[in-house]
């Protein structure tokens, strides 16, 4: 095994994260995130280099994470994983495919996908150049939560190029 098939081995849940308003709007999955900070509260995601959702980032200086759980897994792969921002608004396809809710955020320029459980609007603080990908790290400054929807057994990870929900020990 090399070096990428080990670390495909740590479960990473995903998030889809979203920028943008009016025609400029990108959306991607990202499993390589965390939180960074307690104080202040921080968040990073790892977006690579070439992007139209990092080009985005970089214009609007925000972003969304939304939790992916099994409810939307299909969208966020279909289309926030195989399709390109560039070429398609996401959110449209999305609402017409799936009929999941978009709309706009309550403090960020990003449209957020009202179907997941937790949604993040974060205002970058700090981008790092790491490899092929550039590090965004945000500060929370809004959320939204169902918490009927977040429950463990909901939420996907990446893990083994496979996606897996949890579930309770």
Not at 69 to 86: N, Q, V
Not at 117 to 144: A, R, S, W
């Amino acid at each position: 095994m090399n070096i990428n098939e080990i670390l495909n081995l740590i479960p990473k849940p995903l998030v889809i994260v979203t920028v943008g308003e009016n025609n400029r709007v990108a959306g991607m999955v990202a499993s390589w995130y965390s939180q960074v900070s307690y104080e202040p509260p921080l968040i990073g995601v790892a977006i690579y280099n070439k992007w139209y959702t990092l080009e985005l980032i970089k214009e609007f200086n925000c972003f969304a994470l939304h939790l992916v759980t099994k409810d939307i897994l299909e969208p966020a792969i279909e289309i926030f994983g195989k399709l390109s921002s560039r070429q398609i608004n996401k959110f449209e396809a999305t609402e017409r495919r799936y009929g999941l809710t978009i709309e706009k955020s309550r403090k960020v320029r990003a449209p957020i996908i009202k179907d997941s459980p937790l949604i993040i609007e974060c205002e970058v603080q700090e981008y790092v150049n790491i490899g092929d990908h550039v590090f965004v790290i945000g500060k929370p400054v809004e959320i939204h939560i169902n918490r009927d929807k977040l429950r463990v057994e909901n939420i996907v990870v990446f893990y083994g190029n496979a996606f897996l929900t949890l579930v309770k020990p």
